[in-house]
């Protein structure tokens, strides 16, 4: 009677995207994020590093980060939240660790990544 | 005072709503639960609908336990619970209450086992301040004082000291059902409730001050 890990998911599966890219710690990519504006539906992208990436099934989370004048911005993505509408690789980037949280130190050309090319877009 | 239900405790995922909030929801597997005994004033003293929850094999139950639930031509199973009622004459034996009881949006109670923690200090039972863990300290996870001295000479009764802490039963009040789900007889709750995966638990409709 028990088989309580599969009907969570089984649950979990039911709300699960399936169209998601690949996403590796250090890519950038644009996450293009619903919002409601005045009964208004519109999707707005959002540019970044990838700096973490967290959890497992459907509460799997990437952090991203990225410098708007001048000024570091992270946000936590849910990446199976209905309210991410697409989640595009734009650049692969090249990362020894797991957690980029040493790129918040560096500023300017510091944070650059080196790109690498043999992981396909 | 209505019927509510037996069930298992599945574990915690979350859920998106509408709105795309993410909803930490616990899963419980509930039902079907048999009527195996109606009580009534007349014959009890009291009214009530007895229910039983989780098959078990023929030789886990003796032969009463087994000739009690052959009156209402049920199955052997694990447990039996009482709920009392106004009139418990709407219920026959061997009527089976499903999760269908229960829709979407209600608020309901959860009453179950806490985890057991053991013999546990001061600081984790009752949550007392600690002492300096260092500068010349020993005084670390200790009580400090239980009383004054000679007047009165003893410890009151009810001072909090370490102890057993946990298994006992609790009820978490006014929860809110995200979704049934009548084919698998499961009840998404939002929120935790108490016990380990694969607890005994029972979901019965919320008790409200003022309401009957």
């Given at each position: ?5 599969e009907?969570?998911r ?6 699960m995207k399936?169209?998601?890219p690949?996403i590796?710690?250090?890519d950038?990519?644009?996450v ?9 539906e519109?999707?707005?992208?959002y ?8 959890g ?8 991203v ?8 911005v ?29 790129l ?18 | 005072?209505?019927?509510g ?8 995922t ?5 709105t795309?909030?993410?909803i ?5 597997q509930?039902g ?9 004033i ?7 609908v007895?229910?039983?929850?989780g ?23 694990r447990h039996?619970h ?33 985890i ?5 200090g ?10 300096p863990?260092s ?12 009383g ?30 995200i979704r049934?789900?009548?084919e ?10 108490p016990g ?17």
């Amino acid at each position: 009677m028990l088989h309580a890990q599969e009907i969570i998911r089984s649950i979990e599966a039911e709300q699960m995207k399936s169209d998601l890219p690949i996403i590796y710690v250090g890519d950038t990519v644009k996450v293009g994020v619903i919002i409601q504006e005045g009964g208004k539906e519109r999707t707005q992208p959002y540019e970044g590093v990838v700096i973490a990436k967290r959890g497992s099934g459907i509460n799997q989370n990437l952090t991203v980060r990225k410098v708007f004048q001048g000024i570091g911005v992270e946000r936590v993505f849910p990446i199976h939240s209905p309210q991410i509408e697409n989640i595009k690789v734009l650049r692969r980037g090249k990362a020894r660790r797991a957690k980029l949280y040493y790129l918040r130190d560096r500023i300017g050309k510091a944070t650059r990544l080196k790109q690498r090319f043999d992981r396909a877009l | 005072m209505s019927v509510g239900i037996l069930g298992t405790k599945l574990g915690m995922t979350q859920v998106f709503d509408e709105t795309g909030k993410a909803i930490p929801v616990t899963v419980i597997q509930a039902g079907p639960c048999i009527v195996t005994q109606v009580k009534t004033i007349q014959t009890d003293g009291y009214s009530a609908v007895q229910v039983a929850y989780g098959e078990v094999k023929q030789k886990a139950l003796n032969k009463p336990e087994l000739g009690h639930l052959a009156k209402s031509n049920c199955a052997p199973m694990r447990h039996l619970h009482e709920y009392r009622l106004e009139n418990p004459s709407e219920f026959q034996l061997g009527q089976q209450i499903k999760v269908d009881a229960f829709s979407t949006g209600q608020t309901i109670d959860v009453i179950g086992t806490s985890i057991g923690r053991g013999f546990a200090g001061y600081q984790k039972r009752h949550n007392f301040k600690r002492g300096p863990m260092s500068h010349g300290s020993k005084n670390h996870r200790a009580p400090g004082s239980t009383g004054a001295g000679t007047t009165p000479g003893r410890v009151y009764p009810g001072k909090r000291m370490a102890g057993r802490l946990g298994g006992s039963q609790v009820t978490i009040r006014k929860l809110t059902v995200i979704r049934v789900d009548s084919e698998r007889n499961l009840i998404l709750i939002k929120g935790a409730i108490p016990g380990k995966p694969g607890a005994l638990v029972n979901v019965v409709p919320a008790t409200i001050v003022g309401h009957k």
